[in-house]
């Protein structure tokens, strides 16, 4: 059991041709006194009065400022873009971008980056372009490029691999990744850290990073709770990523909306907008357990005592529930996800899931805030446009509970009574992003029935809520799958029927399996198949 590499929280549980699973690899107790919304009826009675709640006066007020003043589209930009998103759709053209190799660099003898396996690269990459991918998918690593030193910037590996797309005739998405790969990665030769400036700091300092209650730290990605604390050489975290950001569009501005089409911007582990819920890297969780929230931290638990005080409810402060069960719990052994006394649906639970999930939010708008402003000029030029995207994770385990508790330690206050993807649309559409989602290759008959899975009706949850914010969608695979069943769930997500096309689809990832004969053969007329007109 595992993560997917490119950030997709799930079971590994897929074979090339079929999906398998098995139970006897997982901790925790069974499934089946796991109850769903559906078949309760007792607890379906108990929450005809629970409505949603809307975001906390002390999250939304400072939310309102920031999209007041950052916007990446003016409305007429945005009525263009939505235009451009219909005529997409009618086409039915769906570009398709390869993701680069998770061991693409490696260090020289210097101690240097540079890029593995040059010349296989080159051959696999025009190999790609004649099977007609339309582009490349490319991590842009903050430990990389700034990797010794605040402001010391160094571009040169990706000129001389943007080139190299460049002359394969592909175009570019480029994620700009904050995050740190040390505990997703298998292969040593792709491993990337944080910045070593930042790891240093966070040698004196543990509480830079995001904490669980038994003081456990996941370094992959800074807590949310420093984005505004001056801890890093005199810049706060939101500080490094705007430069970092404002740095590389300095760098490459001649090929932003030309050769580079798509920009993502992390926002969490993997790149994602979520907690570390679910650490599989060091052994703490398991699929399918529900996770753990991750708010120790010293400043995120001083932002919760603040938040409770001005709730009038200062005891709440201290700390996380504590009724919440551990990283591989199931729904059914855990009070804090059924009902009854100090559950997710009581005042405490309410409180804090809306702060929980707020941060979250808050983070990302700011973030998209500055990356829209940082981008906005082209915008304004039809010929050279840009697309701003941002991605989360699909935690679609326990989906059918009424609790959806590996969503709600994600993050993602989204339970069978509140719609908890909405306040995320908003901030989105606010600034003119799109959405990237995963796990278009799997279908709900190949996931466990006993952990009530359902990728199937969270993916139609998320587009039913786009449809309402008109934000683009993308897509992504959270496993490799070249059999036809597989290609073929990918491209029925893709043409959603009664739903406009999403936008760009991204295969996760470019290895030598995919030249592989059986696979090639399969893979080759799935691509011309999404990219040509229906």
């Known amino acids: 059991m595992g993560v997917a590499e490119n950030g997709g929280v799930a079971c590994k549980c897929m074979r090339e041709r079929s999906l398998k699973f098995n139970s006897s690899s997982l901790s925790g107790g069974g499934g089946g006194g796991v109850f769903r919304f559906l078949e309760k009826r007792k607890f379906r009675k108990n929450l005809v009065n629970v409505s949603p709640i809307p975001l906390l006066r002390w999250e939304l007020s400072s939310s309102r400022s920031v999209a007041s003043s950052n916007r990446i589209l003016s409305l007429d930009a945005r009525e263009k873009s939505r235009s451009r998103l219909f005529v997409l759709s009618k086409h039915k053209r769906v570009p398709i971008f390869m993701m680069m190799p998770i061991d693409s660099f490696c260090t020289d003898s210097s101690g240097d980056m540079k890029i593995r396996k040059i010349k296989a690269l080159t051959i696999s990459l025009k190999a790609l372009k004649l099977a007609g991918v339309y582009g490349i998918a490319v991590e842009v690593w903050w430990g990389?490029?700034?990797?010794?030193?605040?402001?010391?910037?160094?571009?040169?590996?990706?000129?001389?691999l943007f080139e190299l797309i460049s002359d394969s005739g592909l175009k570019l998405h480029v994620a700009l990744s904050f995050h740190s790969n040390m505990h997703l990665s298998s292969a040593v030769q792709g491993r990337v850290s944080l910045p070593l400036w930042i790891v240093e700091i966070g040698r004196h300092n543990k509480d830079i990073y995001y904490q669980d209650r038994n003081g456990l730290s996941n370094n992959d990605y800074l807590t949310l709770g420093v984005d505004q604390h001056p801890l890093f050489c005199g810049r706060t975290a939101l500080q490094c990523y705007e430069d970092f950001m404002s740095n590389f569009v300095d760098k490459f501005e001649a090929l932003i909306g030309t050769l580079i089409e798509e920009v993502s911007v992390g926002l969490g582990p993997c790149g994602e907008l979520r907690y570390p819920a679910h650490p599989f890297g060091d052994g703490r969780w398991r699929f399918p357990g529900i996770g753990e929230f991750q708010c120790y931290d010293k400043y995120m638990m001083e932002d919760l005592k603040m938040a409770a005080y001005?709730?009038?409810?200062?005891?709440?402060?201290?700390?996380?529930?504590?009724?919440?069960?551990?990283?591989?719990?199931?729904?059914?052994?855990?009070?804090?996800?059924?009902?009854?006394?100090?559950?997710f649906l009581s005042d405490y639970g309410r409180f804090f899931l809306e702060w929980y999930s707020s941060k979250l939010i808050r983070h990302a708008d700011v973030i998209l805030a500055k990356a829209a402003s940082i981008l906005e000029k082209y915008q304004e030029n039809e010929q050279n446009t840009i697309l701003l995207v941002a991605k989360i994770g699909i935690i679609y385990w326990w989906y059918q509970t009424v609790s959806h508790p590996a969503e709600l330690t994600t993050g993602y206050y989204n339970t069978a009574v509140r719609d908890g993807y909405d306040p995320l649309a908003s901030?989105?559409?606010?600034?003119?992003?799109?959405?990237?989602?995963?796990?278009?290759?799997?279908?709900?008959?190949?996931?466990?029935?006993?952990?009530?899975?359902?990728?199937?009706?969270l993916l139609q949850q998320i587009r039913t809520v786009s449809k309402k914010k008109i934000i683009h969608l993308t897509g992504r695979n959270s496993y490799e799958r070249f059999d036809k069943a597989g290609l073929q769930q990918i491209h029925?997500?893709?043409?959603?029927?009664?739903?406009?096309?999403?936008?760009?689809?991204?295969?996760?990832?470019?290895?030598?399996?995919v030249f592989r004969v059986e696979n090639w053969n399969n893979f080759v007329p799935f691509v011309r198949k999404m990219s040509t007109d229906l």
């Open 492 to 513: 029925t997500n893709c043409y959603y029927p009664q739903e406009e096309a999403v936008r760009s689809f991204t295969y996760f990832r470019l290895n030598e399996k």
């Open 144 to 160: 990389i490029v700034e990797r010794t030193s605040p402001f010391a910037y160094n571009w040169s590996l990706y000129e001389e």
């Open 310 to 343: 001005q709730e009038g409810k200062p005891q709440w402060g201290n700390t996380g529930p504590q009724n919440a069960g551990y990283y591989n719990s199931f729904p059914s052994e855990v009070p804090f996800f059924e009902e009854g006394h100090d559950s």
């Open 427 to 457: 901030v989105l559409s606010r600034h003119g992003a799109a959405l990237q989602i995963s796990c278009f290759e799997i279908r709900d008959n190949e996931t466990p029935e006993t952990y009530l899975c359902s990728p199937e009706r």
